[in-house]
């Protein structure tokens, strides 16, 4: 069985400043993948950014970016210049080859200020 | 392209009466999720299918849930007999193949009364 954890119930950041949203996880399996996906009021999920787990190389999309650490379990998500559209749950998720479902975490909410 | 769309967007129900969700994937995708999203329980996975092959029912609450997905495209999740408990967001995702990466329609709030 696979688990997913983010520590941080909510976040705060001010606007155009960096905030980190932390995950952990927990697999068995060496072929997987990991993502983040953001989740404003509205409720649609929306997918910010994927690592393959055999890659070394940490993803990035434009101000998002991953600090993957394999050994660790650890899967944390950068928001750079932090917008005030930023503002949503974030959830962390893990998706397995053989499982293919999505177990996700609790998510983290993220408040962007002015 | 057009995304997931689901319908209908909002429902209320009596307790007992049953309850069909609707989901449309994207158009060429293979593989479809549907996931609940509750207070309590958070997001679980609830069935997936995979183009002709057996659907992964592994995450169906009860006997009360089932769900089809026709000619390999629009997928209904029914609920028999719903009760409070059922009340949630019910979330359809599709993805190209398995494991790829799932796009998520804006998903349907059940309200059980």
């Known amino acids: 069985a696979q688990t997913v954890t983010q520590s941080q119930p909510e976040m705060s950041v001010q606007e155009a400043e960096t905030v980190t949203l932390s995950c952990t996880y927990d697999t068995s399996e060496s072929d997987y993948y990991l993502f983040w996906y953001k989740q404003p009021p509205s409720r649609q999920m929306i997918l910010v950014i994927r690592?393959?787990?055999?890659?070394?190389q940490n993803a990035t999309e434009n101000r998002f970016s991953v600090n993957f650490q394999k050994a660790a379990k650890s899967f944390s998500l950068k928001i750079s210049d932090s917008q005030l559209g930023d503002a949503a749950m974030y959830f962390c998720?893990?998706?397995?080859?053989?499982?293919?479902?999505?177990?996700f975490g609790t998510g983290t909410r993220l408040q962007v200020t002015l | 392209g057009a995304g997931v769309s689901q319908s209908p967007s909002n429902k209320v129900t009596e307790k007992g009466k049953d309850v069909e969700l609707r989901c449309d994937p994207i158009s060429g995708h293979t593989a479809l999720y549907w996931y609940r999203q509750s207070l309590g329980q958070g997001l679980e996975f609830l069935i997936y299918f995979q183009g002709n092959s057996a659907p992964d029912k592994s995450g169906l609450p009860s006997d009360r849930f089932s769900a089809e997905r026709t000619g390999g495209s629009v997928s209904t999740l029914t609920i028999q007999r719903t009760q409070q408990e059922d009340s949630a967001v019910y979330l359809c995702?599709?993805?190209?193949?398995?494991?790829?990466?799932?796009?998520f329609g804006p998903g349907t709030r059940l309200t059980v009364t």
């Open positions: 690592q393959e787990a055999y890659k070394q």
């Open positions: 998720a893990l998706n397995t080859g053989t499982a293919s479902k999505l177990t």
């Open positions: 995702a599709s993805s190209l193949f398995m494991g790829y990466e799932q796009y």
